[in-house]
């Protein structure tokens, strides 16, 4: 290298490009030094010298950090960035090797010296253009890197080798030392040459990319097609396979079955719609459930009805003990329909308490007229939709329960119980009863229109028989539809038989024993009768029964003896059972002040309710607790009145109430008590405590009181009785005007009790009271002053209502 051909240029280092000659490049350069060179170059019109770091990272290079072949460019623009950096468009011109670097002030120097080519005059340099050429083409082709369209023709028009190799140098992607090694290469073949294998290598590389990239997509294109093909295979597989079967399953079905012409028509309308339906849409369930629905209903099925009165009549004999006149009034009932041939006038409702056998007699009456039987409990049904279902336009929806259970019933001509009817209730979703009334209705109900099928449904052959506990939760429009059947509760010797005749022989026989395995006698069955159960009916009777039944079967698999014959005497029962339930009797042990017991109606048969009365010194506030309902406040109210207005008569001072507090307590204060009868048996207890006069313990009343002391008739009088008997009364005192119901109680309960029929209330408290020798209950007193207690009496007495218990 000889000094003189050295010039002195600033240097501009750069991190990770390599420039070559004939090449244009924007840099953006923000070292400060760099800036000061470039601003140095352009304004002094000179060369620059670029040249590459040797490691891109270095911010502050050094000499030994730059190679020493760069290029000398010409800075064509600056433009001065507001953050201080500099963007420069610089113009590579030709190749030059440092001799020495020098620090300067504000940047570094280098004293160059110019590197043409060499050898550019080899023959073979055209051949290698013309390859260089074809390969760059090719090259492009690849690529990843998108080579511009002008690169690409300038490419092909360049003659000259020397720039045709830093053209495509310039383009070309390869690594930053590569590319500072074809820069050092000054001999020109020899750069061409090198150019050419990298170019070979990158097309290489570039194939087997592509081709293992083609291979990669194609192995998951395939696995995705084929998981794709699978399951349209699938698919169809299943659309012909199961999906024509089923068509042409339906479409058997439906021929088969015997439809009426309307319904015929609009099932082969659905039909052909499911045909032209996408198999997979959501309507085409909805459809098919619809036709399953049709399919399903009975629409000329029906069994063959006879009726047989005398039969009928076995039939419920064998099936129930006692309920003569229930079974009176149905079979006449029985025998009115038998003379005609569709069914006609009212329904029969039997209204009594659970476990009285409503539901039980229904399954009789089935039997008696060989119809089948089915039974739909309306209890807490509140939805006009529930009887009547939804249109099928709402999502999911079903037709109503009485359209259900005639699916379930399979003919036309059911016994349709309709159990609870009691029980529905109303709210904003419209009346159940409404719709339950078109049901019953025998002008009506051949068109029934559930709002799922929107077909007329034919409901005229069924048999309908409803139940209820309490007639007075059924709406009146349904109750002028129905014949009214009660059933009360049974006395302790019915109970009896019908366990040892109908109760344990059917539970011996669902839990595996032979008739007479167990023997229940009289005294084991009365013991759970009095101690274990509390009920009018026979329903927790029989739950027990079947209870002891597999107590006994563990016991007797247990001991693994061969079997044994039971006797279920009242010991048995207590040592399978445990401890009574139930206090045996409830009349009371004393003759107590203040405390009476009444007769109460609930819908689960009658009770015993116990009425205290307690006073203290205050002011005359009347206090009532014991969760009692608005009529009964104000029975007790007028009871009380009439108790003042009756002061004088019965020794007490008229401003008697003045002085004291009143507390009247119901016990079993939990639970919620209402109604009017109840008016005898407080006032009886009021007048106990203010006269302190005992009352006969075994004595138990019922009674709806006036303010004037007049006594009115009750309901429920057989219950009631029931009650007393059961727990252990022998006295009761009945208002007078329920003298007639007396026949319907049964005659052994009748006779086992001492009835008193009282008109006043006066006659009540007479009979009542226990008085001592020489007592008086009433005094003689002039008629006014009854009168100014009356007017007294029709002050406003404060009340105040504590509850107990919610
Ligand atoms: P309900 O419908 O009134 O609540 P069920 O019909 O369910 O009562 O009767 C409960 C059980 O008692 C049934 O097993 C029924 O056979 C039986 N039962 C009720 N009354 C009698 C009776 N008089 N004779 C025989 N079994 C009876």
Redesign the pocket.
């Given at each position: 290298m000889s000094e003189f051909n050295l010039v002195r240029y600033p240097v501009l280092p750069l991190r990770d490009i390599v420039l070559f000659p004939g090449m244009i490049a924007p840099l953006v350069v923000s070292r400060k030094n760099s800036v000061r060179a470039l601003e140095h170059a352009m304004a002094e019109r000179c060369l620059i010298f670029l040249v590459t770091q040797r490691e891109a990272g270095v911010d502050d290079p050094q000499f030994g950090d730059l190679h020493t072949c760069g290029v000398l460019a010409s800075v064509i623009q600056l433009l001065r960035l507001p953050d201080g950096t500099i963007k420069a468009l610089v113009e590579g011109k030709r190749r030059a090797v440092v001799a020495t670097y020098l620090e300067g002030e504000d940047f570094l120097w280098a004293d160059v010296e110019d590197r043409p080519d060499t050898e550019s005059d080899r023959p073979d340099l055209p051949a290698f253009s013309r390859e260089l050429r074809r390969i760059f083409d090719q090259y492009a082709k690849v690529s990843r890197k998108k080579i511009p369209g002008e690169i690409i023709k300038a490419v092909g028009v360049m003659e000259n080798p020397a720039r045709l190799a830093d053209l495509i140098c310039a383009h070309i992607q390869l690594r930053v030392e590569e590319k500072q090694a074809l820069l050092e290469i000054i001999s020109l073949p020899e750069r061409l040459q090198r150019m050419l294998e990298l170019l070979y290598r990158e097309i290489e590389l570039d194939e087997l990319e592509k081709s293992i990239e083609v291979k990669v997509r194609k192995r998951m294109a395939d696995n995705q097609r084929n998981y794709y093909l699978g399951e349209k295979v699938k698919e169809i597989q299943q659309e012909m396979g199961q999906g024509t079967d089923d068509f042409s399953e339906l479409q058997e079905a439906l021929d088969k079955k015997d439809l009426p012409e309307a319904v015929r028509e609009k099932a082969v309308r659905e039909m052909n719609k499911l045909r032209a339906m996408p198999p997979m849409s959501a309507e085409t369930t909805v459809v098919r459930n619809y036709l399953d629905v049709i399919l399903d209903l009975p629409w000329q099925e029906k069994s063959e009805v006879k009726i047989d009165i005398e039969e009928a009549e076995r039939i419920l004999d064998q099936?129930?003990?006692?309920?003569k006149k229930t079974k009176e009034r149905i079979l006449e009932y029985l025998a009115v329909q038998a003379q005609v041939d569709k069914i006609r006038g009212p329904i029969i409702c039997?209204v009594?308490?659970?476990?009285?056998?409503?539901?039980?007699?229904?399954?009789s009456i089935a039997r008696a007229m060989n119809r089948k039987f089915v039974r739909l409990s309306l209890g807490g049904v509140r939805d006009e939709a529930e009887i009547r279902g939804h249109r099928r336009t709402y999502i999911g929806a079903m037709p109503g329960k009485i359209i259900h259970a005639m699916q379930r019933a399979e003919v036309i001509n059911p016994v349709f119980c309709l159990?609870e009817v009691d029980k529905m209730s109303i709210d904003f979703r419209g009346d159940p009863s409404s719709a339950l009334l078109e049901v019953l209705d025998p002008e009506q109900n051949s068109a029934f229109n559930d709002h799922y099928l929107d077909l007329d449904y034919d409901l005229s052959e069924v048999f309908f028989i409803a139940?209820a506990n309490n007639l007075h939760g059924i709406p009146l429009p349904l109750q002028d539809r129905m014949e009214i059947i009660r059933?009360s509760g049974?006395t302790e010797e019915?109970k009896l038989r019908?366990a040892q005749?109908?109760?344990a022989p059917?539970q011996l026989e669902r839990n595996g024993f032979a008739a007479d395995d167990i023997v229940f006698a009289e005294e084991g069955v009365l013991e759970i009768i009095r101690r274990y159960t509390r009920e009018a009916?026979?329903?927790d009777l029989?739950r027990t029964i079947a209870s002891i039944c597999r107590k006994v079967a563990r016991d007797r698999l247990k001991k693994k003896e061969p079997a044994e014959k039971y006797q279920l005497s009242s010991e048995a029962v207590a040592d399978y059972l445990g401890v009574p339930r139930h206090r045996y009797g409830l009349a009371e042990k004393r003759d107590e002040i203040g405390l009476v017991t009444g007769l109460a109606w609930t819908e689960v048969g009658g009770e015993l309710l116990q009425i205290e009365t307690a006073l203290m010194p205050g002011t005359g506030k009347l206090t009532i607790t014991g969760k009692l309902g608005e009529v009964m406040q104000e029975s007790a109210q007028a009871a009380l009145a009439y108790v003042r207005s009756r002061a004088m008569r019965l020794g007490l001072d008229t401003g008697f109430y003045q002085k004291v507090d009143i507390h009247v307590h119901v016990p079993e204060g939990a639970i919620p008590k209402d109604g009017p009868s109840a008016g005898i048996t407080i006032a009886t207890s009021l007048v106990s405590a203010l006269l302190k006069m005992p009352v006969d313990r075994q004595l138990a009343m019922t009674g709806e009181i006036t303010l004037r002391g007049r006594v009115l008739p009750i309901g429920g009088l057989t219950e009631k009785l029931l009650a007393a008997r059961r727990g252990n009364i022998t006295r009761v005192i009945l208002p007078k005007e329920n003298e007639r119901d007396l026949e319907d109680v049964p005659e052994k309960v009748r006779s086992s009790l001492d009835i008193t029929l009282a008109e006043h209330v006066d006659e009540v408290l007479s009979r009542a009271l226990l008085l001592r020798e020489g007592e008086e209950l009433f005094r003689d007193i002039p008629l006014e002053s009854i009168y100014h207690d009356v007017t007294l009496s029709t002050h406003n007495i404060p009340v105040q209502q504590i509850e107990i218990g919610h």
């Open positions: 099936d129930h003990y006692g309920l039997l009594g308490p659970p476990g009285v056998g409503k539901t039980s007699i229904c399954k159990d139940t059933l049974y019915e019908i005749d109908h109760l059917k009916g026979v329903r029989e």
